[in-house]
């Protein structure tokens, strides 16, 4: 085989269910929520990682981010959730770019997206570089080693989860709907802030 790929990381989604819409709207009543990526649209504080009603969603995040660590990136270690935020979206709001610093793994969990509410898009780290030595070259296609951003086009109850160092920001939503979504980061038991 004469090609390999190298350095590659990636980003691991699956699809569950969890009934948490209604957790996100009564969270919104009771939060004035704050300002950080997002433009428009709300973002609450951070959540209370001890709500049982969270419980079973937090089992699931910390055992699918173990399963991608255990099968991709192979550190000797457990990632545990650290903090977790409840986005709503509606039409024009968006999420502009940036990473979570002081985190290992981050992610995302869409509770209800409606088509047209906004794509993820990934930034690649290399991106300066590949830009300034490739452009202005003609791609025939664009594929996973030439392409700068990616992105995915998430349905409800999907589960993304990808390294921290991702730069990544969601598109403004064209639904007259809302975007719920839960955002999560995960890190060692030696770095946790809120793990008790």
Same mark, same amino acid.
């Given at each position: 085989m004469s090609y390999n790929i190298m350095f590659s990381s990636g980003v691991w989604i699956k699809n569950k269910?969890?009934?948490?819409?209604?957790?996100?709207l009564n969270v919104q009543r009771e939060d004035k929520g704050r300002v950080v990526s997002n433009r428009g649209g709300y973002q609450s504080n951070p959540l209370n990682l001890k709500d049982p009603k969270l419980q079973p969603f937090i089992s699931y995040i910390e055992?699918?981010?173990n399963q991608f660590n255990k099968e991709v990136y192979k550190y000797d270690t457990t990632f545990y959730i650290?903090?977790?935020?409840?986005?709503?979206?509606?039409?024009?709001?968006s999420n502009v770019s940036h990473l979570h610093p002081r985190t290992h793994f981050s992610g995302v969990y869409y509770v209800d997206k409606p088509k047209d509410s906004g794509d993820i898009y990934f930034e690649r780290p290399d991106a300066d !570089?590949?830009? #300034?030595?490739?452009?202005? &070259?003609?791609?025939?296609e664009?594929?996973?080693?030439?392409?700068?951003?990616?992105?995915?086009?998430?349905?409800?109850?999907?589960?993304v989860i990808f390294p921290a160092f991702y730069k990544h920001r969601v598109e403004p939503s064209e639904s007259n709907?809302?975007?719920?979504?839960?955002? !999560?980061?995960? #890190?060692?038991?030696?770095? &946790?802030?809120?793990?008790?």
């Open positions: 269910a969890f009934n948490l819409k209604e957790y996100c055992q699918q981010t650290d903090n977790m935020w409840i986005n709503i979206n509606n039409k024009g709001n !570089f590949i830009i #300034t030595f490739f452009n202005p &070259l003609i791609h025939s664009y594929t996973n080693a030439n392409s700068c951003e990616w992105f995915f086009s998430c349905v409800n109850n999907d589960l709907r809302q975007r719920i979504s839960i955002s !999560f980061n995960l #890190t060692t038991l030696s770095n &946790l802030k809120t793990y008790t």
